[in-house]
């Protein structure tokens, strides 16, 4: 669908959303009327006469059956609103994702249009192109009400490029033309290397285009870059516990082996060293650089709730975001429905049997009232009499609320068992199984850790990786730890720390896949990782029938990923072309989930894949839920679009099962 046709949609939208809020409006004073009649009909219930008491409990139902329905319509009203307001967002953030993207694109023409020495009359076109693009976009995100995204301007195309020695003049050290790097031959990247954007010019060898090459090939050493697609190689797996500072230095001496003893190799090195504190930053998450460890104080005592503490709010608040978030007929949606249904079904069976208790006691207690009212004369009791009527109505008042309360607790289950039956499609039903074969979705996650980053500690966000490391030593010890232990188990680790940023501490923090397998070879399991995804070879990628039969073996699993890739209903856009060197962020990942178990289908073709995540990606209308699937179709998107898309695994020594998958 083309940016032009959004401009009605979101005037539709914007339409739905106002006759949703009337609609929510109208019932919720339908829902006061109701309650209003039904305390005005309850409250005639405690007539002593038996037959004026049986007609108002009899209207009292019929008044609780009023305002069950009330109810019910002013959830589905609230849901539509809801729902037109999540697409709203949605599609304002798409139109973002979008006009950013144009933006991109007019940049990367505006460059192309300064360094070609040809074909700018096509290039002005796709630069027109692309910011019309991008206004159209910025009307939309207008009819919504939201901000709009300044465009992109630029330059002069035919301004000229700064040379490598204007680059070196602006460095920090008071490096001059004289001094760049130019007149004593420091290596450059490889024009192999790179994948450049159209006319771009291959880095030159200024001293940030130095630091910039360094950059590279530190980041090819920490196992962080994989080289361009189309080479007929793929990258070898690093040794598990190599240690990242060496790693580091090694690099740093061969730089400095090239630099010699050339007057201006200090700051040089200087300027290098700050790449590598950068670089050394922990990369599973989004970090910042300049991190550094900090020892925090004594924790508290380990909390258990932070694993799975809400199962069935969880399966719920997925099914309600899964729609919103993928849409109501997306796969992701499906498949939370069925898991959502399971749990209904469940409740549906524990309410009946409650209910199925409570009538009997109810009505005996009813009865007990009504004999001693037959056999007396309420108006003319003994002391002693009325205490015994005063408890035997108290007693019946409360037997019959406890029964009506589980009426309507069993009336607003089958009334949401129908909407999300309404919903499903019997073709695309599946079953769950999750780690060791279990086939209850509400449990699998137990041991993960599931709450949000930063429950423990505010202005502890980026720890996905301790939340997932955490959970995977949960399942095989059989524990229920927490952050507070996996936290402190990670700062106490010898160049295992997980870190964080002191400035931006909500926004920073991170674990390396090395540092996450040793901490769960600290606790005596077998473990380890795979990497897969860009650059890697077809024969090596891993798949999601793989995973599950590690799964269903005993394998604990976490995978990382790009977080982005989880928000919508596709993955997250990636620039039409991937740069070499350090400027790949958008494809690598920035994230680490636990994975709980797999959806099959009647054939049993794994159909998708659920994880638990901590970051709080799938999250609106005041929820927010760590389970979230990810489908076959995305997975493969996800594998195909991702550097460094990583498995790790960890099993219980003596378990039965190899010890390495």
């Given at each position: ?232 190689f793929s990258p070898a797996p690093l040794p598990m516990g190599y240690d990242e500072q060496q790693l ?414």
């Amino acid at each position: 669908m083309g940016v032009e046709n959004q401009l009605e949609r979101a005037e539709r939208l914007v339409r739905e959303i106002e006759e949703a809020e009337r609609d929510v409006s109208r019932a919720e004073a339908r829902l006061a009327a109701a309650r209003q009649r039904a305390a005005s009909v309850r409250s005639r219930q405690s007539s002593t006469d038996r037959r004026a008491a049986e007609k108002a409990r009899n209207e009292a139902r019929e008044a609780d059956a009023a305002v069950g329905a009330a109810e019910t319509a002013l959830e589905q009203a609230r849901r539509k609103l809801g729902t037109s307001r999540a697409a709203r967002e949605e599609l304002g953030r798409g139109m973002v994702r979008y006009v950013s993207d144009q933006n991109r694109a007019v940049a990367q023409v505006r460059k192309a249009m300064a360094a070609a020495p040809y074909g700018r009359e096509d290039l002005s076109r796709l630069r027109q192109q692309a910011t019309g693009h991008a206004r159209t976009g910025n009307r939309v995100l207008q009819i919504l009400g939201m901000e709009t995204i300044a465009l992109d301007e630029g330059e002069d195309p035919r301004a000229p490029i700064p040379s490598a020695g204007a680059v070196a003049s602006r460095a920090p050290g008071g490096l001059d033309e004289s001094q760049s790097f130019a007149t004593v031959g420091a290596p450059s990247v490889p024009a192999s290397y790179v994948a450049r954007r159209a006319g771009e010019p291959v880095l030159g060898t200024g001293l940030e285009d130095f630091a910039e090459n360094f950059r590279y090939d530190l980041r090819r050493s920490l196992g962080k870059m994989a080289p361009p697609p189309g080479l007929l190689f793929s990258p070898a797996p690093l040794p598990m516990g190599y240690d990242e500072q060496q790693l580091a230095e090694r690099v740093l001496r061969g730089y400095a082996d090239q630099l010699g003893d050339t007057p201006y190799a200090p700051a040089v090195m200087d300027r290098l060293r700050q790449v590598a504190d950068e670089e050394l930053a922990p990369f599973s998450l989004g970090t910042h650089p300049r991190i550094m460890a900090v020892d925090r104080p004594n924790d508290p005592p380990e909390q258990s709730e932070h694993c799975n503490p809400h199962p069935a709010a969880d399966v719920e608040a997925s099914w309600v975001l899964c729609s919103h978030a993928y849409g109501p007929d997306s796969p992701e949606a499906q498949a939370a429905a069925w898991r959502y249904l399971e749990t209904i079904e469940t409740s549906d069976k524990e309410l009946s049997a409650r209910l199925d208790r409570a009538r009997p006691i109810a009505e005996a207690a009813r009865q007990s009232y009504y004999a001693f009212s037959d056999a007396h004369d309420v108006t003319a009791l003994t002391s002693d009499e009325y205490l015994e009527f005063s408890r035997l109505k108290a007693a019946s008042d409360e037997a019959g609320e406890i029964e009506r309360e589980l009426e309507r607790a069993l009336g607003r289950v089958r009334s949401r068992r129908a909407e999300v039956e309404q919903g499903l499609d019997p073709a695309r039903r599946t079953t769950f199984t999750g780690r060791g074969g279990t086939r209850d979705f509400e449990h699998a996650y137990d041991g993960l850790i599931t709450v949000p980053q930063g429950y423990v500690y505010d202005d502890t966000m980026g720890c996905c990786g301790v939340a997932t490391t955490g959970g995977m030593a949960n399942q095989q010890t059989g524990e229920r730890n927490g952050y507070p232990r996996y936290l402190e188990r990670f700062y106490s680790s010898h160049n295992m720390h997980y870190e964080f940023d002191l400035d931006e501490r909500d926004k920073n923090g991170g674990t390396s896949a090395a540092r996450r397998v040793s901490v769960l070879r600290s606790y005596g399991l077998s473990a380890g990782t795979r990497t897969f995804g860009i650059g890697v070879r077809a024969q090596d990628q891993v798949s999601l029938e793989q995973l599950a039969q590690l799964s269903e073996r005993g394998y604990s699993l976490a995978l990382s990923l790009h977080a982005e890739d989880l928000l919508g209903r596709d993955i997250a856009p990636r620039p039409l072309v991937m740069p070499s060197g350090a400027n790949t962020e958008e494809w690598e990942v920035n994230h680490s989930v636990a994975v709980a178990g797999f959806d099959f289908d009647a054939a049993g073709k794994v159909t998708c894949m659920w994880v638990s995540d901590t970051g709080g990606f799938l999250q609106g209308l005041g929820l927010r839920t760590n389970r979230i699937p990810i489908t076959r179709e995305r997975f493969e998107k996800m594998r195909g679009s991702t550097l460094y898309m990583t498995v790790e695994w960890a099993l219980q020594p003596g378990s039965g099962h190899p010890s390495q998958p």
